[in-house]
């Protein structure tokens, strides 16, 4: 019987990082805000910031105000508006007259970890990575 809901739970959280259907194939950009980690897609003029760092009691007032400004960043463009909870939020976009930006897909980088920077924390190592354009 534990086996199933070892299996479900695994599923879910596998999940909690995947876009909307209306954003699968669009580019990633991952911007940080004020200690919020956000991964945000672009699909005309909405876009969705999904905030993928543990925060302990995250309050939607605060997130929100973060996603709009990781959205913007991204796109350019004003954010009218902001829907959704902590997790994911849903933007839509301000970009004045005209079409919406086109996005630049991002830069992909071949990255090796540098020796001697590993730095332990609480369920994780950061380090410091050397990147250069693949």
Known sequence: MIRPFVFITLLALAACNYPSAEYRGSPVTRVSVQG??????????????????????PRFGPIRE??????AAVTGCKVASVTGDQAQA???????????????????????????????????????LDCDPA
């Open 36 to 57: 919020s980690t956000f991964d945000v897609r672009v699909n005309g003029r909405r876009a969705e910031a999904i905030r993928i760092n543990p925060e302990y009691a």
């Open 66 to 71: 973060r996603a709009a400004v990781a959205m």
């Open 90 to 128: 849903f933007g839509r976009l301000d970009c004045g007259k005209g079409a919406a930006p086109r996005r630049v897909r991002p830069l992909a980088l071949d990255c090796v970890p540098v020796r001697g920077t590993g730095i332990r924390e609480i369920a994780q190592v950061r380090i410091d």
